[in-house]
Antibody
Framework: QLQLQESGPGLVKPSETLSLTCTVS??????????WGWIRQPPGKGLEWIGT???????YYNPSLKSRVTISVDTSKNQFSLKLSSVTAADTAVYYC???????????????WGQGTTVTVSS | SYELTQPPSVSVSPGQTARITCSGD??????AYWYQQKPGQAPVLVIY???ERPSGIPERFSGSSSGTTVTLTISGVQAEDEADYYC???????????FGGGTKLTVL
């Protein structure tokens, strides 16, 4: 069964770069049927899509975060990563990674999620 | 930027039917997806492509679409269905994802 696991520092200082990794186990990140995404949820608030990547390296970012976000993939390690620069307290959130299915030219939703990791931005 | 609009809250009694709506200009052209999130847990996909149900999701969960509005229907609501529900879709280009603000379902 496919599992996703987020990892990275739980505390980041303002103006620094947040870095998280999602490790995929029980399946290949290089499957042609899936994209991989990052989503975040500030405390007490709703979900926000950060960006999506394909194993080939193609990326799509939330326009509101695009200037600060980089998502990359390492197929040899079956991992994909998130970097968010110049963080502020507003970036404090639970960060989730997820698998996004694609079939017959249509998305089929984010069907597998990691458990989430809490990142706090504070000095 | 593209937005999806959901009611903040819906309340129903056990055994009744709950309907949660989601509105967005691109919904006539793009599918919607629904997620259930319970406190302290990751979201779970309950409906994809407007009305398809993933394996393992109870039959009481269903979805429908009409124009710029999609609806998640939970028939015979159970106490365990109390959760936040989020709709999700893509913009008209099919590239940029967006979530609705979420609806808190309370089972009275």
């Amino acid at each position: 069964q496919l599992q996703l696991q987020e990892s990275g520092p739980g505390l980041v200082k303002p103006s620094e770069t947040l870095s998280l990794t999602c490790t995929v186990s029980g399946g290949s990140i290089s499957s042609s049927s899936y994209y991989w995404g990052w989503i975040r949820q500030p405390p007490g608030k709703g979900l926000e899509w950060i960006g999506t990547i394909y194993y080939s390296g193609s990326t799509y970012y939330n326009p509101s975060l695009k200037s600060r976000v980089t998502i990359s993939v390492d197929t040899s390690k079956n991992q994909f990563s998130l970097k968010l620069s110049s963080v502020t307290a507003a970036d404090t959130a639970v960060y989730y990674c997820a698998r996004l299915g694609y079939s017959n030219n249509w998305w089929v939703g984010m069907d597998v999620w990691g458990q989430g990791t809490t990142v706090t931005v504070s000095s | 930027s593209y937005e999806l609009t959901q009611p903040p809250s819906v309340s129903v009694s056990p055994g009744q039917t709950a309907r949660i709506t989601c509105s967005g200009d691109a919904l006539p052209k793009q599918y919607a997806y629904w997620y259930q999130q319970k406190p302290g847990q990751a979201p779970v996909l309950v409906i994809y492509k407007d009305s398809e149900r993933p394996s393992g999701i109870p039959e009481r969960f269903s979805g429908s679409s009409s124009g710029t509005t999609v609806t998640l229907t939970i028939s015979g609501v159970q106490a365990e269905d109390e959760a936040d529900y989020y709709c999700q879709s893509v913009d008209s280009s099919g590239t940029y994802w967006v979530f609705g603000g979420g609806t808190k379902l309370t089972v009275l």
